[in-house]
């Protein structure tokens, strides 16, 4: 195996594992958070609002959704930082390897976090004042899409391909690091917000959504970085090599060299 | 037996008495009589290399010197900008390829123009052997006449043509520009005789601007561009042959290529071979990214893979003549013999061929960007002790069994406007001292082709720059062998071929220093 081949490995295998792990104890969590950080639905019938309220955070302390929403975060953002923990491992001094990338991780978790608290507000007067309705996330789902087809969002995307030079001594190291983790969260959370925020407001049906966001997600980040403009976005690269391999699997692209067409006329 | 012989530019003085020229010529005419958006044209094939055709101020294909006279319009639906538009790949394996299928397209169209306007089915392409002997490191004199023998005006004749002392006066300065990459045993991948990332390029994905250039694409490719295209009078604008989204505007880009691509095929005919890697092979549309796609003559979409290019006997055309590559010298051998191991050099195993690239390691970086500006920068690389000594202990034991560490000088990270400069990279240069008088303390020359379009934020790689690997390992011996390996800096000194215009603007991210060893 060439170097290059085995540095990969020594930090994807972690980072899958890591990111499997994180899904399992999400969907494996019986009569808990049901797979993320999601208010309790109540039975709550004419209880006033104060009250509704108390009941819905004694029901879900504030700790244990943001360890909810860190265990979904390692899940669906993990795979994503591979390059990024390469580029880092790469730049730095073999001493403080492990330092830049916890540093990195600790900036990006913590733009992350501050996401979470918006995004769990959020969920929180949606299960105060329409808690069984899907108009909510409905309403996000198109916001979502919207976004999703965007220049903006493009650009956002583009931004999260960045992998910037890193100061490798001292103090200077570890700022850069931060930073590098820092401006990545924001572009990524610019990139996801909406798709992390829909699963969250369905009444039903939040494991299949979270999923299916996770491999869009996934499926994003296998693009290449392009001219901001409208298009469909996210599952196209995912598609084509679905059908590449599937032709590669039938033979119809073979190493035996076909002959050129006839290239004049 | 090939249908079709490729021969030297320079046959008949490289003058319109050449006839192959002066059929060129003539086609190169009829292409551009064409419309922006017909797929046969001159501008069309232009733009798949690389366009500006939006872009509002120069390099934007509306505000560049005439002739030739760019258009801008009429624009091809998006669908066909998509598949066929900004589709050259660069800094990357597949840079060989590529370039190989998109000569084939427009010497088929310039054929077909040809044999309409009466000429020879036989056409092909010349090559312009700037290694040549005598004269042929000067481009070929039918470049430069601005009119054809019959009085019209000449197509291969571009204003926007400065040279590499921004003069109009077009040569390849060698050295710099060098075949040293003729030796490399791996075209991806390094070891003793590859500095990274290998003859052909690193391994990537679709790659229209990446980071680093594989090292034929380094010297002479991105040097040839930059020199034949140079800077205008004033510093403010540069010339066609030196950023990729205007390139193949000038005709003389084809023949370049032509001799990049003739130097692929000498490099696999003196016994080196191309990957197997079915990612190689299949392209990148395998992997579901874009696929390599031309127009040939009749307007059908000619898509094809590497493996239909990797060898001269796949694709029905030939040289009048490869140049010949010379044995060189294993690099461990001659290291092991100047660090006072001779009975190891001795011993190294000639027939290895392996990738050797475990463990490389960060040795130590400066802080900070280095702007490039007017006659130079330096700056100064601090060392890692600790990383240093791994160093100094491996020169120190070398043997063919534990071979010295390989050190490599990195440009992070490089950004800027201005495509048209070659930067000489020197390793403690004394303050004062004249550059050309040291040219053993040469890290190496590099091009900043593809500058602009690699530091774009919404660009291929985010606005990352270009980055550069030099390898350095002999001047590292050097600095072992007098003792002056126990410091805890280097000075690095970059030097512009010309003084970098004041309106210009290229940094380095960071210099560093990296060892490969065990």
Known sequence: MTGDAQELARVRNPVLLLSAAAWILLLANPGGMVGHAHFHAMRSGGLPLGARFRMLLAMNPPAALAASWLLMLVAMMAPVLIPHVRHIRRRSFRRRRARSTALFAAGYGAIWMAVGAVVLAIDLAVKLFAQQSYLPAAGVLLLASVWQFSPSKQRCLNRCHANTELAAFGPAADFDALRFGVRHGLWCAASCWALMLFPMLLPRGHVVAMAAVAVLILSERLERPMPPAWRWRGLGTLTRIAIAQARIGMGARTRAARSLPALNA | ?518
Not at chain 2, 219 to 231: A, D, E, I, R
Not at chain 2, 243 to 270: E, K, Q, T, V
Request: net charge negative; aromatic share 10%; hydrophobic share 35%.
């Open chain 2, 1 to 518: 037996m090939a249908t079709y012989t490729r021969t030297n530019a320079w046959n008949n003085s490289g003058t319109f008495a050449n006839a192959d020229l002066l059929w060129y010529a003539k086609g190169v005419g009829a292409m551009q009589k064409r419309a922006l958006d017909d797929l046969s044209s001159w501008w069309f094939f232009a733009a798949m290399h690389g366009e500006y055709v939006k872009d509002t101020a120069f390099p934007g294909w509306g505000h560049l010197p005439q002739p030739p006279s760019t258009p801008t319009t009429p624009q091809p639906s998006t669908s066909v900008w998509n598949k066929y538009w900004d589709q050259c790949q660069h800094q990357s394996w597949y840079f060989l390829p590529w370039h190989r299928g998109y000569l084939l397209a427009l010497e088929a169209q310039i054929r077909a123009a040809v044999v309409s306007l009466g000429g020879p089915s036989s056409w092909a392409l010349p090559y312009w052997d700037y290694f040549g002997p005598g004269t042929q490191y000067q481009i070929p004199p039918a470049f430069t006449a601005t009119t054809l023998p019959d009085g019209s005006h000449n197509p291969l004749y571009v204003d926007a043509r400065y040279g590499p002392q921004n003069n109009g006066n077009i040569y390849i300065p060698i050295p710099p520009v060098n075949q040293d990459c003729m030796s490399n045993d791996l075209f991806t991948g390094t070891n003793h005789n590859t500095p990274p990332p290998g003859f052909g390029g690193p391994k990537t994905g679709f790659s229209h601007s990446g980071n680093t250039s594989g090292n034929l694409e380094n010297n002479p490719h991105n040097l040839v561009h930059v020199y034949v295209g140079g800077t205008a009078p004033g510093g403010a604008t540069y010339g066609l042959m030196s950023d990729p989204g205007i390139a193949a505007l000038d005709p003389i880009f084809y023949l370049h290529h032509c001799n990049i691509d003739r130097m692929w095929a000498a490099w696999n005919n003196s016994g080196k071979t191309n990957p197997t890697d079915t990612k190689w092979l299949n392209g990148p549309a395998s992997q579901g990214q874009r696929e390599f796609v031309m127009p040939i003559p009749g307007n059908n979409a000619w898509v094809y893979t590497p493996d239909q290019m990797d060898s001269l006997s796949k694709v029905d055309y030939t040289y009048d003549s490869l140049p010949a590559v010379a044995p060189a010298a294993n690099q461990l051998s001659q290291r092991l013999t100047q660090l006072g191991a001779s009975a190891a050099a001795a011993r190294v195993n000639e027939g290895a061929s392996v990738a050797q690239d475990q463990n490389e390691e960060l040795v130590g970086a400066n802080a900070g960007a280095l702007p490039i500006k007017g006659t130079g920068a330096g700056t100064t690389v601090r060392l890692a002790a600790d990383v240093l000594h791994k160093v100094s202990a491996s020169l120190a034991g070398a043997s063919e069994t534990a071979p010295p560490d390989r050190v490599f000088l990195h440009l992070e990270n490089v950004r800027g406007t201005h495509d048209a400069l070659a930067l000489g990279v020197y390793i403690n240069l004394p303050a004062g001292a004249n550059p050309n008088d040291h040219p053993e303390l040469l890290a190496g020359t590099v091009g900043l082709f593809g500058l602009r379009r690699a530091s774009r934020k919404d660009g291929e790689h985010s606005g990352d720059g270009l980055s550069f690997v030099l390898e350095v390992s002999k001047i590292f011996d050097a600095l072992h062998l007098r003792n002056a390996l126990d410091t805890d800096s280097l000075q690095v000194t970059i030097v512009p071929h010309q003084a970098v215009p004041d309106t210009a603007e290229v940094t380095v991210g960071r210099v560093s220093i990296y060892r490969l060893g065990q």
